[in-house]
């Protein structure tokens, strides 16, 4: 069956990240799986996403603009539920992007909102096709 078996993400600061992306994916229904002293395993849909530091990481920061990851794209149902995440978000460590687009910042036709937490990571908060 094709699709993602799991994605991880190196992080610099797991407490930090046990705040914001723990928070984010309770929203977007993802069910905590792991917790260990050096991250967190969340799964979803029969795939699962872990943040974890690591003694190899070569810096603390993450830019979104460098190569590799820009942003990671999370289901979150119909759209009252992308307005209620995105209401909430900078309570819980994530600032919204291109709110003067919001919901449309992805074209007429795709209703989403975009956040970025406190290290830098982007998230993008993606409605049902309605």
Known sequence: MP?????????ADLEQARTEWGWLLTRVGFT????????QTWAAGGAY????TSPNLTTAGH????????HLAFKAGPRPAVDAIMADAPEHGWRPLYQERYPHAGGP???AGWLENSAGFKAEI?????
Do not use: C, K, M, Q
Not at 34 to 39: E, I, L, N, V, Y
Not at 63 to 70: A, C, E, K
Not at 126 to 130: E, I, K, Q
């Open 32 to 39: 905590l799986d792991g917790d260990w002293s050096g991250g």
């Open 3 to 11: 699709g993602f078996h799991h994605v991880e993400l190196w992080i």
């Open 126 to 130: 993606v409605a049902d096709l309605t």
């Open 63 to 70: 830019d979104r603009r460098s190569v590799g990851l820009n």
């Open 109 to 111: 036709d795709h209703y």
């Open 49 to 52: 996403l872990t943040y974890t």
